[in-house]
């Protein structure tokens, strides 16, 4: 169906709801976080602890990529979701403690119910490019 400008100057995508890029920064900083405290899952990003440039560098990517995801600019420059994961050993457990640490940290940083369940409905689309890759 086209777009008439009326529905355009309307619609808020979920990049905005987000917060913009500025929300979407405080949303992976709390995930990544929690996900070093996550004893499902820590193991994994401990390792990064002691390589700043490193966490920046896949925080950046982690940003672009839920930028571009949720109708905002920007382009994703890292690896597909298969790629970045392969190897891990992430099964479902593993991948609903880090959708978790997502949606706690929004809950705590006060996004609505409903960008929560959005941000998870998405999040449920790529479990079968993370899992069992
Ligand atoms: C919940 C869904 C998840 C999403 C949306 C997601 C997203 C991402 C993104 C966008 C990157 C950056 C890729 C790059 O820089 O090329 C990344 C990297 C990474 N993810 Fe995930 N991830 C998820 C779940 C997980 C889980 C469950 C684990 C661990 C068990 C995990 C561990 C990692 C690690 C360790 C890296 C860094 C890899 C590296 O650059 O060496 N992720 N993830």
């Known amino acids: 169906m086209p777009h008439s400008l009326a529905q355009d100057l309307w619609t808020v995508t979920l990049y905005e709801r987000l917060g913009g890029a500025a929300g979407i920064r405080r949303i992976v900083d709390g995930a990544v976080a929690a996900h070093m405290d996550n004893p ?3 193991h994994r990003f401990q390792p990064y602890a002691d390589r700043p ?3 920046e560098e896949i925080k950046q ?4 990529f839920f930028a571009v995801g949720s109708g905002g600019p920007g ?3 890292g690896r597909s979701m298969t790629e970045a994961h392969r190897g891990m050993k992430i099964d479902d457990a593993k991948y609903d403690g880090a959708a978790d640490d997502i ?3 929004m809950k705590a940083l006060n996004y609505d ?3 929560r369940a ?4 998405i999040l449920d689309t ?3 490019e993370i899992t069992h890759v």
Request: with cysteine; glycine share 8%; hydrophobic share 30%.
């Open 61 to 64: 990517h982690t940003c672009d």
């Open 103 to 105: 949606l706690k940290t």
């Open 40 to 42: 499902l899952i820590g």
């Open 113 to 115: 119910a409903d960008t």
């Open 118 to 121: 959005e941000v998870g409905a």
């Open 75 to 77: 382009t994703y420059t």
């Open 53 to 55: 440039e490193r966490v």
């Open 126 to 128: 790529l479990k079968p």
